[in-house]
């Protein structure tokens, strides 16, 4: 942290006794911290080593008045210690301000080195404190939240650390008042450009990101884009130190295009991993030549800007990379989500399957069984009733026929989706479903009477399926009226729907039954409804099913004071 006074020599004061006396309580202090620290104690000394040897290795670029290094790591160094190790190696941090400045002769070590070292430790624990509360960079998940947090913390932590080292400096023989503010700018200049460099790949070493990153990227990728990376930086220095073609300040954004490539390719850990290299060979080319400290305070300022923007694209690519990941997540899991919804459908489709066979098999089973009976009974009379007994026969062959029929049209559709579409006249589909129901309304003694307006045009249907519907709703008619007291009358109407595109053809099925009780009807269409005591509750969800596939309409007209079910149908073109 603290600037080193290049071409003045200096008497370093004798450390008194009793601070030789403190120096082994120290040692025993700060291996006792290490024991109870998060870092191990073998990093806690590469961190102590690497504070000290920086302070005179730092010191190229020496001011008229005051010389100033042109970066400070000792801010990077001892936040991301203390962020990392925890508050009990401060003991350790402020015992290798002093030893930093012991190596390189910095100070008389009177009350005012001693405050000023106490002071820096304070600042360095809040900064490691409020970095270690605020940002992520011990994780992989580093976003530009995490950059404005660095910023935000280490900015006033630069600053105060440049104001208490100026101070002390100051407090010298050597240096008067009037060069606290260069000097602290410099100072400032110096800590957040070293904090900006060295600090992410610190806290990324020494928590172990960077080596889990490492093995994720590949150490040969990394050290082949490294490889590439030194060539295009060192070239690109020649360009600009080198060859000049014009002034090396104004040539020196080139220097942005790989940290950009980096950035772009590598998101933080790409920044933080070669940013430290950008610095190097910057200070190089500088030393090489020979700049003035006026300029090397201008590339100060360059490479700092050149810091702080390819950690926030680092971050950005970092961030967008996390986004692509969890939307291609996003994407596998409504996929699965989709196979799922499919399956289901699936299965929902072979449950309406298995109902409606279930539901509309039943009426020629019990017909055939109906007329199997019968034709036992005809039978045992002899040949006097042959001729009705052929009757019979025939009628259970048409009953098998359409129960074959209607299984193979209704698997082919649940399966493929397809329908056996025919133009079909609305009265022969009347007259079938009246033929298949002739013998329960002659038993029950219902009334059957069918209007149909002339020149109806015919309808675009499934004759299968769509008798299937009439017959399904004309049964539940029947049933209706079986043990009804009153007149038994079903009446059938069949006109066009005026006004409709596309044209369509009404068919009015109404019974002069008790009706639909009124709790029931918002419900008249959903699966297991029903208020037959033996009834199974589809008949009407798979015939509305069944209609609406055939783009078609099946509704309960409430508006009648009968028993009344339309169905809407296409009229053929």
Not at 450 to 468: E, F, K, N
Request: with cysteine; hydrophobic share 50%; aromatic share 6%.
């Amino acid at each position: 942290m603290s600037s080193y006074l290049h071409g003045h020599s200096y008497p370093v004061r004798a450390v008194s006794a009793p601070l030789k006396r403190r120096v082994p309580l120290v040692k025993v202090g700060a291996l006792a911290l290490f024991r109870g620290a998060a870092m191990p104690p073998w990093l806690v000394m590469v961190f102590v080593a690497a504070y000290v040897v920086a302070n005179p290795a730092t010191g190229l670029f020496p001011h008229p008045r005051f010389g100033v290094q042109p970066l400070s790591p000792h801010p990077a160094l001892a936040i991301a210690l203390l962020a990392l190790g925890g508050p009990g190696t401060a003991v350790v941090v402020y015992a290798a301000v002093l030893l930093g400045w012991v190596v390189a002769k910095d100070g008389d070590f009177g009350l005012a080195s001693l405050t000023a070292a106490l002071a820096l430790t304070l600042v360095y624990w809040a900064a490691a404190r409020a970095l270690h509360r605020w940002a992520r960079w011990d994780s992989a998940q580093i976003g530009p939240r995490d950059v404005n947090a660095l910023l935000a913390v280490c900015v006033p932590a630069a600053l105060l650390c440049a104001g208490i080292d100026a101070l002390r400096q100051i407090a010298g023989p050597e240096l008067t008042a009037a060069a606290m503010p260069v000097l602290t700018l410099r100072l400032f200049i110096a800590n957040l450009l070293g904090i900006a460099v060295l600090a992410p790949v610190l806290l990324q070493m020494a928590s172990g990101v960077w080596v889990r990153q490492l093995r994720q990227a590949g150490p040969a990728t990394v050290l082949r884009d490294g490889l590439v990376f030194l060539v295009v930086l060192g070239a690109l220095l020649a360009i600009v130190f080198g060859l000049r073609p014009l002034d090396e300040f104004r040539m020196s954004y080139l220097l942005f295009l790989p940290m950009i490539v980096v950035a772009m390719r590598g998101g933080v850990f790409g920044v933080a991993t070669f940013l430290p290299l950008v610095q190097a060979g910057l200070l190089v080319a500088l030393m090489l030549l020979g700049i003035r400290p006026g300029t090397a305070f201008e590339f100060q300022l360059l490479m700092l800007t050149l810091a702080v923007a390819a950690l926030y694209l680092g971050a950005l690519s970092d961030e967008r990379q996390r986004a692509a990941a969890r939307i291609a997540e996003h994407e596998r899991a409504l996929r699965e989500r989709g196979q799922a919804l499919a399956e289901a459908q699936r299965l929902a489709s072979t449950a309406e399957l298995a109902a409606a066979l279930a539901h509309d098999l039943s009426q020629p089973l019990s017909a055939i069984g109906t007329y199997a009976s019968a034709s036992h009974v005809l039978a045992g009379r002899g040949p006097s009733e042959h001729s009705q007994l052929l009757e019979t026969l025939e009628q259970i062959t048409k009953e098998s026929a359409r129960a074959g029929q209607y299984l193979r049209r209704m698997r082919d559709f649940f399966r493929t989706g397809t329908m056996h579409e025919e133009s079909v006249s609305v009265a022969d589909l009347l007259d079938t479903a009246h033929d298949h129901l002739q013998d329960r309304l002659k038993r029950s003694g219902i009334e059957w009477r069918a209007t149909l307006d002339a020149a109806l045009p015919p309808v675009t249907v499934d004759a299968v399926q769509m008798g299937a519907v009439l017959g399904n709703l004309l049964g539940n008619a029947c049933d209706a009226l079986g043990h009804y007291a009153g007149p038994r009358v079903i009446q059938v109407r069949a006109s066009m729907v005026a006004d409709s595109d596309p044209a369509m053809v009404r068919v009015q099925i109404e019974d002069s039954g008790p009706g639909i009780p009124p709790e029931l009807r918002p419900r008249l269409f959903l699966p297991l409804a029903t208020t037959k005591p033996n009834g199974m509750g589809l008949g009407l969800a798979l015939s509305r099913s069944i209609t609406e596939r055939q783009g078609g309409h099946l509704w309960f007209d409430d508006s009648r004071p009968a028993t009344t079910f339309c169905v809407d149908l296409r009229a053929h073109a």
